[in-house]
C-alpha cells in the first residue's frame, strides 16, 4: 500500500519515528502531509524525544501552554543550538550591532525575554542613568528598534537583575539610590496596546541597603557587602537570613556575593571568598520577631576570585538529583604574576548519605575539581563569566600584556568551551560528571570601527544568544541558533 493510502491516524504514528529533519522533509512532499507535519502532536512528540529526553537547553515554562508553531520553532532551535555547539568552531549564526549609550556611558545589558517579545535592556549613563529597551525582533538599518526607557531625576541606577522565570509579570529589579538612600524597584515591562511601544511599571518597591543578586518568579535574593545574604518573597516580604561563616571586624573589608543557586533543598551562596550552601530556608513575616539566621552546613573557599558563575549539570547521570558546576577565575594582586593562569570547572556531586530531615549537607564538600582551562591574565573592564546548565560556557580574553603579542592581536576575545553535557555528548547517562573532554574555542571579536573594550556580557544558553556591550556604547548580540 503506498503512504498516502494509509488514514492519517497511522501517519502520524510514522511521523513519530522521524527524526526533526526528516519531519521537515517529509513535508515538503504534499499538501496532506504538510498539514499533519504542522500539528501540535507530531511537534509535542518530537520535542519530549528529541530535546527534552536528551536535556539540551529549553526554554523554562509550561510546554503545554506552547502554540504548535512555537513548539516547533524551540525545538528547532534546540536542535540548531546542538548543532553550532558541537561544530569544529562554533560561530554565531547572526550578529546584530547598534549603538545602545554614549561613550565611555554603557554600563550594562540584559536580555529581557517574555513570551511573544525578545527585548534586550541597556543601562546608560547621561544626565540622569536610565533603562533602555529594545526589540529584537524588529531591526532596522541601525539596530533593533528603541521602544521604551526608565529613568527617575536626581537618581542613580546600580543594579539590573532579569527574572530568569519568563513567565512571571516582573522582568526585573532594579537598585536605585536617591538622596541619600538605596530602593529596590521590582519592574515589568508591559506592551502598550495599539502600538509598538513599552511601558517599564513599577510592581514593589522596597527599601533596603542590600544589592539585588538574582530573582527567579517571586523570590528575590539580595545581599550585603559581607556576610548577610536575604531571600526574599518581593510580593508578601516574607524572608529569611543566610548568614556566612566568615565574618571580620575590619567593615571595610567587602566579601561581595556575586551568585545564587537555588539547588536541590539547599541554597548555594557564592562570594567573594568563599562559597557557603545552606539548607532550604523557611520564610518569615515581615513584621513580628526577627527571623533566625540560617548557618550554612557546608563552606569552601577558593581564595580571591574576580568572576564566578554556577549552574547546575542537566547532563543525565545516575544520581537522584542534578550535580552542581562552578566556574571560577582567580583574582590576583601581583602585577608579576605570570600571564598564564586558568579558569577552573568544579563540580559538587550529591551526597549519597543525605535524606531530609538530616542535618547533612546534600552536596558533598569540598568541590572537586573537573576541568581547567588555560587562559590569559590581564586587564578586564568585565570579569563577568557565564555558565549555562548544558554545558556552555563563556568569558572575556583580555588583551595580551606582552608589545608583541599585543601588536599581532590587539583586541579582546570572547572565548568560550564546551563541558561534557548535552551540547558535548551523546545523550547518554554520564558514567561520572568529572570526566574531562571539554573543547575550547574563540568565539568572537571586534575590530571595526575599532577594537572593543567590552564591560558587559549576558548570556542564554536556551536561547542561544549572547550580549556584549562596549565601553564606546556599542552593543553587540550574537546569535548561535
Same mark, same amino acid.
Given at each position: ?206 527599601? $533596603? #541597603? %542590600?544589592?539585588?543578586?538574582? /530573582?527567579?518568579?517571586? *523570590?528575590? !535574593?539580595? @545581599? ?6 536575604? =531571600? ?84 543525565? $547521570? #545516575? %544520581?537522584?538529583?542534578?550535580? /552542581?558546576?562552578?566556574? *571560577?577565575? !582567580?583574582? @590576583? ?6 600571564? =598564564? ?141
Amino acid at each position: 500500500m503506498p503512504l498516502l493510502g494509509l488514514i492519517d491516524d497511522i501517519l502520524l504514528i510514522v511521523l513519530e519515528y522521524l527524526n526533526v529533519q526528516e519531519i521537515l522533509l517529509i513535508r515538503q512532499t504534499c499538501t496532506r502531509l504538510r498539514a499533519l507535519t504542522r500539528l501540535r502532536s507530531v511537534w509535542l512528540t518530537a520535542c519530549a524525544r528529541h530535546v527534552l529526553a536528551v536535556r539540551l537547553p529549553f526554554p523554562r515554562g509550561r510546554i503545554d501552554d506552547l502554540s504548535a508553531v512555537e513548539l516547533e520553532r524551540r525545538t528547532r532551535r534546540a536542535l540548531r543550538l546542538k548543532a553550532a555547539w558541537a561544530a569544529p568552531k562554533p560561530e554565531p549564526r547572526r550578529v546584530l550591532s547598534f549603538q545602545g549609550g554614549p561613550l565611555n556611558g554603557l554600563l550594562d545589558v540584559r536580555f529581557v525575554l517574555r513570551p511573544g517579545h525578545e527585548w534586550i535592556v541597556t543601562l546608560c549613563e547621561g544626565i540622569w542613568p536610565k533603562l533602555v529597551c529594545w526589540d529584537l525582533q524588529r531591526v532596522g538599518e541601525r539596530g533593533p528598534t528603541k521602544v521604551g526607557e526608565w529613568s527617575c531625576m536626581g537618581a542613580t541606577i546600580r543594579d539590573v537583575v532579569v527574572n530568569s522565570d519568563m513567565t512571571n509579570d516582573a522582568c526585573l529589579v532594579i537598585s536605585v539610590v536617591q538622596n541619600g538612600r538605596q530602593r529596590l524597584e521590582v519592574q515589568a515591562i508591559q506592551p502598550v496596546p495599539g502600538n509598538s511601544r513599552v511601558t517599564f511599571d513599577t510592581l514593589k518597591t522596597l527599601q $533596603t #541597603a %542590600y544589592k539585588p543578586v538574582a /530573582l527567579d518568579g517571586d *523570590i528575590l !535574593a539580595i @545581599s550585603n557587602e559581607h556576610t548577610e545574604t536575604r =531571600i526574599v518573597n518581593w510580593r508578601s516580604e516574607h524572608y529569611a537570613i543566610l548568614q556566612s561563616t566568615e565574618e571580620t571586624e575590619d567593615e571595610t573589608l567587602h566579601d561581595r556575593c556575586l551568585q545564587v543557586l537555588v539547588a536541590h533543598a539547599s541554597i548555594l551562596v557564592a562570594r567573594a571568598r568563599s562559597v557557603d550552601l545552606f539548607p532550604m530556608a523557611d520564610l518569615h513575616p515581615p513584621h513580628g520577631a526577627a527571623a533566625p539566621a540560617s548557618r550554612p552546613v557546608a563552606t569552601y573557599s577558593f581564595g580571591w576570585i574576580d568572576g564566578i558563575a554556577l549552574a547546575p549539570v542537566s547532563e543525565r $547521570t #545516575a %544520581y537522584p538529583y542534578p550535580p /552542581l558546576a562552578i566556574l *571560577i577565575r !582567580a583574582e @590576583s594582586g601581583d602585577p608579576w604574576a605570570s600571564d =598564564i593562569h586558568s579558569l577552573n570547572r568544579h563540580i559538587l556531586l550529591p551526597n549519597p548519605d543525605f535524606a531530609p530531615p538530616s542535618s547533612s549537607a546534600p552536596y558533598v564538600f569540598p568541590p572537586a575539581l573537573a576541568d581547567k582551562i588555560p587562559a590569559t591574565r590581564g586587564f578586564l573592564r568585565c570579569a563577568e563569566l557565564a555558565l549555562g546548565a548544558g554545558g556552555s560556557a563563556l568569558w572575556i580574553r583580555p588583551r595580551p600584556r606582552d608589545a608583541a603579542e599585543a601588536f599581532l592581536a590587539p583586541t579582546q576575545m570572547l572565548c568560550g568551551a564546551v563541558f561534557p553535557g548535552p551540547l558535548n555528548g551523546e545523550g547518554r547517562v554520564a558514567e561520572s560528571v568529572i570526566s574531562g573532554g571539554v573543547r575550547t574555542f574563540e568565539v568572537y571579536s571586534d575590530w571595526a570601527p575599532r577594537p572593543a573594550t567590552w564591560t558587559a556580557l549576558d548570556y542564554v544558553e536556551s536561547r542561544g544568544c549572547i550580549a556584549l556591550g562596549a565601553v564606546d556604547g556599542r552593543v553587540t548580540v550574537l546569535f548561535m541558533a
